[in-house]
């Protein structure tokens, strides 16, 4: 079994990593540190929860302290770029629990706050600088900071920081940063054409995809229920209630609607939160806080915001809306069922969102099964199967099994893509492979 110090990782990061009693990398971390610690560039798949931060934060903590020297005035050594300032948050603290005993100067760059704090932060120059792009570019454009010194180039969550909004940003940032650098790319999925663009910003990058793109996360229960668009509040409340959840996050579309979900939920006696972008810093940590603590048990996110929730204990996962990207119902779900956990993930379907759902179908190779809510009379049972017949969706070929009494039918591995390949025409995995192998232990 491979442990981290097989990886020829500095004493004062392996000690660190035993304090935190982090045993055995992860199948990610296994596969992208000794490509990491070569300076290869690389594209790194894995879903949520496999340790994607510490496949990029142990590599570059080591290789600035084998390299030790004064970052300059207003620069950077290392640049991290997240969609989230919740994420953001995150991959700062894993820096600093990671390199504790290494004295690595590191800061954070985000909106939603003021940006005085954050130019001092920086004035004299930081190894690591974790930030969302919008946040950065201020700081660039006010003088406040240059990109001319980075040497090492992270995106995580890749597909997000490309395919929504942020590519002009994106752009802009690569063009100000020198040409002989290293650049990792680190995502929970990333389609064909996200993973083409991803290529012409990095060298000969490493390819690396520890389960196929489209998995579902093994332990979790899926489940589709149509409904009218109108009813859909009202059966969301219902299942809210009977359902035996520990903590939901519930998924809408838009910013607006994950507003109108929590004021709905509210009026039915159910405590729930909102979180996306348009809410101040100060309101996103506190309803996080909320969350983690579980005095509200019902977040509500929109995609982009939930990039940032690493919160254990997820039971339930409800689609409120249906994705119109396939691979975000994989990421979404994959929210639940983390460290060995069981989970369920429910999807309110209307009429127009069933295209959506055949495309979600025919990229996890399986038939969501069809549950009736209680409170649910749009029509019968042998309309809904009338209605599906035309789609011939691909049945599951594994006998399902069951947890704690329910019956859970295990995800099947997507289709390769048209060619054969995989990201960018490498090939997926073999499919009867175990897809996961996370240690709850090793770090995320």
């Not at 004493?11 to 660190?16: F, G, H, K, Q, V």
């Not at 540190?33 to 560039?41: E, G």
């Not at 369920?344 to 055949?358: H, M, P, Q, Y």
């Not at 019956?407 to 995989?422: C, N, Y």
């Amino acid at each position: 079994m491979t442990c981290f110090k097989d990886f020829g990782l500095a004493e004062p990061i392996t000690r660190a990593l035993a304090e935190e009693k982090y045993i055995s990398p992860t199948p990610i971390q296994t596969q992208t540190i000794p490509f990491a610690l070569s300076r290869r560039d690389v594209v790194g798949i894995a879903q949520t929860g496999t340790g994607k931060t510490a496949a990029f934060a142990l590599p570059i903590l080591h290789q600035l302290f084998t390299e030790r020297r004064p970052p300059t005035h207003k620069t950077c050594r290392v640049l991290v770029l997240c969609p989230t300032r919740e994420l953001a948050g995150q991959v700062l603290d894993s820096f600093r629990t990671y390199g504790r005993h290494l004295r690595i100067a590191a800061a954070l760059a985000i909106g939603g706050v003021s940006m005085g704090p954050q130019i001092r932060a920086v004035s004299n120059g930081v190894d690591v600088l974790v930030a969302t792009p919008g946040r950065l570019l201020d700081l660039v454009r006010s003088n406040a900071f240059n990109l001319g010194r980075v040497e090492i180039l992270v995106l995580d969550e890749a597909d997000r920081m490309l395919d929504m909004g942020f590519i002009h940003d994106i752009r802009s940032i690569v063009a100000k940063l020198p040409l002989q650098r290293q650049t990792l790319f680190f995502s929970a999925t990333m389609p064909r054409a996200i993973a083409e663009l991803a290529d012409r910003m990095l060298r000969n990058p490493a390819k690396v995809a520890v389960s196929p793109v489209a998995s579902t996360a093994e332990r979790v229960e899926q489940r589709i229920i149509h409904v009218d668009r109108n009813a859909k509040p009202k059966i969301l409340a219902d299942l809210l209630k009977r359902e035996p959840i520990e903590r939901a996050l519930v998924f809408t579309r838009t910013k607006r609607g994950a507003d109108k979900v929590v004021r709905g939920l509210v009026k039915s006696g159910i405590a729930a939160e909102a979180i996306h972008g348009n809410k101040s810093q100060n309101q996103r940590d506190r309803v996080l806080s909320a969350f983690r603590k579980g005095d509200v048990r019902t977040l509500v996110a929109t995609d982009i915001a939930a990039r940032g929730i690493d919160v254990d204990g997820i039971s339930h996962v409800v689609n409120f809306d249906i994705p119109n990207i396939p691979e975000t119902y994989v990421h979404r779900i994959g929210r639940t069922a983390r460290a060995g956990a069981d989970g369920v993930a429910i999807s309110l379907c209307d009429g127009e969102e069933r295209a959506f759902l055949r495309d979600i179908e025919k990229l996890i190779r399986m038939a969501i099964p069809v549950t009736e809510s209680r409170t649910n009379v749009r029509q019968a049972p042998h309309a809904i199967a009338q209605d599906r017949a035309p789609q011939s969706p691909v049945k599951p070929s594994v006998t399902p099994q069951h947890h704690n009494g329910r019956q859970h039918q295990p995800d099947q591995h997507r289709r390769q893509h048209a060619m054969g390949g995989g990201i960018a025409g490498v090939p997926f995995l073999n499919r009867d492979a175990k897809r996961r192998n996370s240690d709850p232990r090793s770090p995320r």
